[in-house]
């Protein structure tokens, strides 16, 4: 049973920043695209960014220009660089790996001063 873990929420500061880590505890055979969804209460979950085997990235328009995704290909993990971050920023991100639709638990990921 594949498990998908990510890692590095927190609380931050308007203005300030975080990376998240996502990788699957178990082996995933062709990976092809990795992806961050966020969600906040009371609204539905969103693609944040998204990453294919070659590269080719995806971005949701509110966080153009402020985060950045990439992917370790060799260890299959993705991250999410997350800069100049605001308070509707606060979600919990999840990750996720295709094929298969293999979803993680979330991070909560809170910007307040």
């Known amino acids: 049973q594949v498990q998908v873990v990510e890692s590095g929420g927190g609380l931050v500061q308007p203005g300030g920043s975080l990376r998240l880590s996502c990788a699957p505890s178990?082996?995933?055979?062709?990976?092809?695209?990795m992806g961050w969804y966020r969600q906040s209460p009371g609204k539905r979950r969103e693609l944040v960014a998204s990453i294919t085997v070659g590269n080719r990235t995806n971005y949701a328009d509110f966080v153009k220009g402020r985060f950045t995704i990439s992917r370790d290909t060799a260890k299959n993990m993705v991250f999410l660089q997350m800069s100049s971050l605001k308070p509707e920023d606060t979600a919990v991100y999840y990750c996720?790996?295709?094929?298969?639709?293999?979803w993680g638990q979330g991070t909560q990921v809170t910007v307040s001063s």
């Open positions: 178990g082996t995933i055979f062709s990976i092809s695209v």
């Open positions: 996720l790996i295709n094929p298969g639709g293999f």
